[in-house]
């Protein structure tokens, strides 16, 4: 895979994240205070991880160089660590509802 196929998939990517954290945000807004402050933290490091892959993806799109492997374990790692703060995050949303949250 090239860089450009790369990016543009990451970029695909993370506009699909985007939307799970807004949905996950949703959510969060719907809980009481106490069970919102258990579960910031890992969307505040979501939102964090989200900014560092587009950064990085942007910076592959601009510069296009030719040894970028470096930059894909990176976008590839955070990629892991966000599905993980994600599942996290919407397992303890999930319990923390009082009643099934749609959406």
């Known amino acids: 895979m090239d860089v450009k196929d790369y990016c543009g998939?990451?970029?695909?990517?993370?506009?699909?994240?985007?939307?799970?954290?807004?949905?996950?945000?949703?959510?969060?807004?719907?809980?009481g205070s106490a069970e919102r402050e258990?579960?910031?933290?890992n969307i505040e490091d979501m939102h964090m991880l989200v900014e560092d892959m587009a950064t990085r993806v942007d910076q592959l799109n601009r510069e296009c160089p030719s040894e970028w492997s470096p930059q894909k374990q990176a976008i590839d790692n955070a990629h892991v660590d966000m599905r993980a703060k994600y599942e996290e995050a919407m397992d303890f949303i999930g319990k923390a509802a009082p009643v099934s949250v749609p959406g």
């Open 38 to 41: 258990k579960v910031l933290p």
């Open 9 to 31: 998939a990451m970029s695909t990517e993370l506009t699909a994240w985007k939307a799970k954290m807004y949905d996950a945000v949703r959510k969060l807004d719907k809980l």
